[in-house]
């Protein structure tokens, strides 16, 4: 199966810690990479994990807290440093451009680098971006501010043809492109096969839900069914559970009740308060409900 995996660059809250960067992670989908969220600190551990920052072309920013997008001038500008040219893409509330644009023109001028901006909006389930293979929505949450989770969905992929079909009816190169979206093909003494019985499946289409910062989102559960894998924010443990409502977050026991009741294949918790110096009470917490869970740690590679 061709690449699909989640690069954690920063998993940390609000507060600045010794421990986390600030919300940013790479999603790489097949040739790939897409930047979600770019708190600060996101360029310097791309470079730690050996990412390829020129190869960003697409930027997703979930709401317009500080430590989901400050990084963003910084990296666009050394991009632009670098010689990167063309445009880079920036999904985000329409207020994102009006903050940044006056500090992105005065340090982009005369670069041949050109941030491009698409209005995202809360309500619905919105279609932002897609290809050949991979499409991207929104997912309202639910936060102090307008704020969107974003889903990466594979489209069903093409099947694959049969060796031993190629080889019996000596089916040329050319055809089997056709051949796998549908054609059938005439063998030299007329007979016809049908597609179906030159192909097998392909592996279902794989998905990936981001969701940070919300309060539980229980209304999601039916849009998340099932998927592969999960990041749903856990800021606090649940004996903080109060002040995650004050602060609309969620709670590690919430966010795998969350999973366990959607029943999502893996779950992987992040966001963390910086009062916490381990993150082991949260993710205990979790998997005490939801076991197959994962905490979030800078260099983390998950695979969907």
């Known amino acids: 199966m061709l690449p699909f995996k989640v690069h954690i660059l920063g998993c940390g809250s609000a507060l600045p810690t010794l421990r986390h960067n600030a919300s940013a992670q790479v999603v790489e989908a097949h040739s790939n990479l897409f930047l979600v969220d770019c708190g600060e600190g996101t360029q310097r551990e791309m470079r730690r994990c050996r990412i390829a920052m020129s190869r960003i072309s697409h930027i997703f920013i979930s709401h317009l807290h500080g430590d989901h997008c400050f990084g963003l001038p910084g990296l666009l500008t050394t991009l632009a440093m670098l010689g990167r040219r063309g445009e880079i893409h920036i999904y985000a509330f329409a207020e994102l451009q009006q903050t940044f644009a006056p500090l992105l023109a005065q340090h982009l001028k005369g670069a041949e680098l050109y941030p491009v901006f698409h209005n995202i909006r809360h309500e619905g389930f919105e279609t932002i971006y897609e290809n050949n293979s991979f499409?991207?929505?929104?997912?309202?949450?639910?936060?102090?501010?307008?704020?969107?989770?974003?889903?990466f969905q594979e489209k069903k992929p093409l099947p694959h043809i049969r060796r031993e079909m190629i080889d019996?009816?000596?089916?040329?190169?050319?055809?089997?492109?056709?051949?796998?979206?549908?054609?059938?093909?005439?063998?030299?003494?007329?007979?016809?096969?049908?597609?179906?019985?030159?192909?097998?499946?392909?592996?279902?289409?794989?998905?990936?839900?981001?969701?940070?910062?919300?309060?539980?989102?229980?209304?999601?559960?039916?849009?998340?069914?099932?998927?592969?894998?999960?990041?749903?924010?856990?800021?606090?443990?649940?004996?903080?559970?109060?002040?995650?409502?004050?602060?609309?977050?969620?709670?590690?026991?919430?966010?795998?009740?969350?999973?366990?009741?959607?029943?999502?294949k893996q779950l992987l918790i992040g966001h963390y308060s910086a009062r916490y110096l381990d993150e082991a009470p949260l993710l205990d917490e979790a998997r005490s409900v939801f076991l197959n869970t994962i905490a979030a740690q800078e260099g983390l590679v998950v695979e969907v």
């Open 135 to 151: 499409f991207v929505k929104t997912l309202p949450l639910r936060h102090r501010v307008p704020c969107v989770g974003f889903v």
């Open 168 to 264: 019996f009816l000596q089916i040329p190169h050319y055809a089997i492109n056709d051949i796998k979206q549908g054609v059938g093909w005439v063998a030299d003494d007329g007979t016809f096969y049908p597609h179906e019985r030159l192909v097998m499946p392909n592996h279902p289409p794989r998905k990936y839900v981001y969701m940070s910062d919300t309060l539980p989102c229980l209304e999601h559960i039916e849009v998340v069914k099932g998927v592969d894998l999960l990041y749903h924010e856990a800021t606090f443990a649940e004996d903080r559970a109060v002040r995650a409502i004050e602060t609309c977050h969620s709670t590690a026991r919430q966010a795998a009740h969350f999973a366990l009741q959607a029943g999502v």
